[in-house]
Each structure stands twice: as C-alpha cells, then as structure tokens.
C-alpha cells in the first residue's frame, strides 16, 4: 500500500512539475467544506515543488481561499477547528507576502518590462483574492441569517472578517509598493518621459487582463456592497423590533442595542472598503 501511495505522489509531482495538470479557475469562489488531510497534502507538496514566484503565489491564494471557505463553515460547527483554520489562512497569506517581498527588480530596460507585466498579473491576483474574501463573507452572512446562527457565531465570524480585510488591505499595499518600486525602475532604465510611461503602463495592465478584470470586480462589487447593506439592514430591523418587547430583560435590551450599534458600524465600514478599494485600484493606474 505504501508503495502505491508513494508511486502516486511521485506521478503527481512529475505531471505538476511539467506543468501539465489542468490550473483550478481561481475565478470560482470555493466552496463552504472542510478540508481533508489528502486534499491538504496534495496541495502542500504542489506548493512546495513551485519554484516560479508568480505561481507559488497564485497557488497560495487558492489554498487560503479554501481556508476562508472552511472557516465559513466551522464558524457555525466547530469553534476550536475554526479559529485552526483561521491561523492556516493567515500562515498561507504571509507566506504569499513572502513571496512578493522575494521578487527582485531587473537591472535592464527589457527585464524591468517583464517585471511590471509579472507585478501587474500579481497584482490582478491578489485585488480578485480580495474579492474572494468578501464573496465568502457575503455568502456565510446570508447562511447564518437563514439558519438563524447565535449573536456569538455571528460576532466570532465578524471580527475574523474585520481582521482579514485588514490583512488584506495591507497585502495590497505592498503589492502596490512592489509596482512603484518597478515604476522607478523601468523608468530609470528605459530614459521614458513621464507621459510615455503612463501611456506604457495602461498597455501593460490592459495586456495582462488587469483593466478589464476590474471593470468586472467593479460590477461584482456594487451589487456585493448593496447584497451585504441589505442582510445587516434586515438584522438592524429586527433587533429594533425587539426592543419593543416588553418582556426583555435588561441584558437582553442591552445585546439587542449593541447588535444595532455593530452591524450598523459594519455596514458603515463595508461602505468605507468598497471606496477604499476603488480608490486603490485607480491609483494603481498612477505613475
């Protein structure tokens, strides 16, 4: 049996390495499930045989977005695998940021061009990672609204989402400085004018299929945004209702009043992240 299993993990690696196994569409939001040790071994030893930057990190992201996916569903099954789950996502997201930090400038016009291309790839990857995130939110929030989840599954699913936007944010932020940084690169080696170099970059990004992928996100994000106002209106609704209830205690009238209190504070920060975000990814078009 050992044998087998191990003549199995050698074909695996051979096909990945050469690079003939059929990519995962990271366009598709994972699926709410636990993880099992074989699809988490097998996606540990693709990772750890990719030796190319780029790809290690594509393939990061979708193993944290499956994390992400398995914490919405432990979030409501099991608290102790939930928070494990929470910790894999943030190793996966650092190690991705590793990554990122590794991939060094060209000392040429020709390789500082190729570099803008890979950082703008990246880049598209990490904002659609973003997108992720939310989508999943979206989807546990719609799932705990239907199952009528406690006010501590919802809180505990609350802040790991808060700290995952955070995490998130900064993780662009980076992105971005590894593009600036390539900017200034490519424009020292390459003697552009700051107008040739704008007009080059909106052909890097519009080559690599970033401006068209957010005109897409744009779109996903606005109905994401209207989605997600709409669930914490309807939890805002019905904790005002039940302040009318004159058989509440006064704890009970206390954790209806700071359920109102967060999700409208959630749905004021969702607004503020949807801007956020725009923003970023316009000024990600500046030289």
Do not use: C, W
């Amino acid at each position: 049996m050992k044998n087998i299993i191990s003549l199995f993990m050698m074909a695996f690696l051979v096909i990945g390495t050469l690079g003939f196994v059929v990519a995962e569409d990271s366009d598709v939001v994972p699926v709410a499930k636990k993880i099992g040790f074989f699809e988490n071994s097998l996606d540990r030893i693709k990772l750890a045989f990719t030796f190319n930057k780029e790809v290690r990190i594509e393939r990061t992201l979708d193993m944290a977005e499956k994390r992400l996916a398995e914490a919405e569903l432990l979030a409501e099954e099991n608290p102790e695998a939930y928070d494990l789950a929470q910790e894999r996502y943030d190793n996966l997201i650092a190690r991705a940021e590793e990554d990122l930090a590794a991939i060094e400038s060209g000392d040429d016009a020709e390789t500082s061009e190729e570099d803008l291309a890979m950082i703008a790839r990246i880049q598209n990857r990490f904002e659609l990672h973003n997108d992720v995130a939310d989508e999943i939110y979206i989807r546990a929030r719609e799932r705990f609204e239907m199952n009528n989840a406690s006010d501590e599954k919802l809180e505990r699913f609350e802040m790991f989402y808060e700290r995952t936007s955070e995490r998130n944010a900064l993780m662009q932020g980076k992105v971005i400085a590894k593009r600036e940084a390539a900017i200034e690169m490519h424009k020292e080696m390459s003697n552009m004018s700051d107008e040739e170099l704008a007009t080059f970059l909106e052909e890097v990004e519009e080559r690599q299929g970033l401006t068209a992928d957010r005109e897409v996100r744009q779109d996903k994000l606005d109905v994401r945004v209207q989605k997600a106002t709409e669930i914490k209106r309807a939890v805002v609704e019905k904790a005002r209702a039940s302040l009318i209830d004159s058989g509440l205690s006064v704890q009970e009238r206390l954790q209806a009043k700071e359920r109102i209190l967060e999700e409208t504070q959630a749905m004021e920060n969702l607004r503020l992240r949807a801007e956020a975000s725009i923003k970023n990814e316009l000024g990600g078009n500046n030289a």
